[in-house]
C-alpha cells in the first residue's frame, strides 16, 4: 500500500538552529496531518493541510504541502527545548474501502541547549 | 472534557499469554483507533472501529483482535502473546469516522512488556 516516507529520522540542532523534517509520498495524497510526540508521551495533533501548496504557520512552526499533494514539510525557526520531541506525519492509506491513517516512521528532534 | 483513557497503563505479561486492553474515547466520539508502537518505531496501525464495526485492519495477525461496544469504548485482545508484542499500545478516537480525513486524539496508551 501507499506509504508515506519522513526524513530525517533524526536531527540534533543548537538550541536557536531551524530545524525541518520532510514527508513524501509515492501517491497523491487528499490530505496530511502531523503529529508531535514528547518523550514518554503520546502523539498530539497540530495540523492538516488539505489544499495544494498550501503553508499553514503556528508561531515559530511552518507547514507545506506540495504542489502536487506528494511531499510536505515542517520547518520549526529558532528551536527551544520545548520542541524536543518526535514529530511524525500522516497521510490516507486505503483498504477494505476505508481510508486510514498511514504514520511515517517520525523525525526525533533532539535540542541542545 | 475527558480525553482518550485507556487502562491499564502498564502490563507484564509472559509469552502465551492473553492480554486485554481497554479504551473509551472522547465523548461524542465514534471512532477509535488502536496502534501498535515499539521502542524505538513509529506507529503501526491496528485496527479501527466505528459505529460497533471493524472499518479496518492492519498488517498484524489473527491473534489481535478487538471490539467496540455500543457506548463506543474498545477492547483490544492479544493471545499467544510473544516477546515482540512488548510495546505502547496507543488508542485515538475521533468524531464523525471519516478515517484519514480526521484529527485523531490520542490517548496516554498501554505500556506491554512481555518476559
Known amino acids: 500500500g501507499q506509504q508515506v516516507m519522513q526524513i530525517p529520522q533524526y536531527q540534533h540542532v543548537q538550541e536557536g538552529e531551524d530545524f525541518t523534517t520532510y514527508c513524501n509520498s509515492s501517491t497523491t495524497l487528499s490530505n496530511i496531518q502531523w503529529y508531535k510526540q514528547r518523550p514518554g508521551g503520546h502523539p498530539v495533533f497540530l495540523i492538516q493541510l488539505v489544499k495544494s501548496g498550501e503553508v499553514k504557520k503556528q508561531k515559530r512552526l511552518t507547514f507545506q504541502f506540495g504542489e502536487a499533494k506528494k511531499n510536505s514539510s515542517l520547518h520549526i525557526t529558532a528551536t527551544q527545548t520545548t520542541d524536543v520531541g518526535t514529530y511524525f506525519c500522516a497521510g490516507p492509506e486505503s483498504g477494505a474501502g476505508s481510508y486510514q491513517l498511514t504514520f511515517g516512521k517520525g523525525t526525533k528532534l533532539s535540542v541542545i541547549p | ?115
Open chain 2, 1 to 115: 472534557e475527558a480525553g482518550v483513557t485507556q487502562s491499564p497503563t502498564h502490563l507484564i505479561k509472559t509469552r502465551g499469554q492473553q492480554v486485554t486492553l481497554r479504551c473509551s474515547p472522547i465523548s461524542g466520539h465514534t471512532s477509535v483507533y488502536w496502534y501498535q508502537q515499539a521502542l524505538g518505531l513509529g506507529l503501526q496501525f491496528l485496527l479501527w472501529y466505528d459505529e460497533g464495526e471493524e472499518r479496518n485492519r492492519g498488517n498484524f495477525p489473527p491473534r489481535f483482535s478487538g471490539r467496540q461496544f455500543p457506548n463506543y469504548s474498545s477492547e483490544l485482545n492479544v493471545n499467544a502473546l510473544e516477546l515482540e508484542d512488548s510495546a505502547l499500545y496507543l488508542c485515538a478516537s475521533s468524531l464523525e469516522g471519516q478515517g484519514a480525513w480526521e484529527t485523531q486524539y490520542f490517548g496516554p496508551g498501554t505500556r506491554l512488556l512481555v518476559l
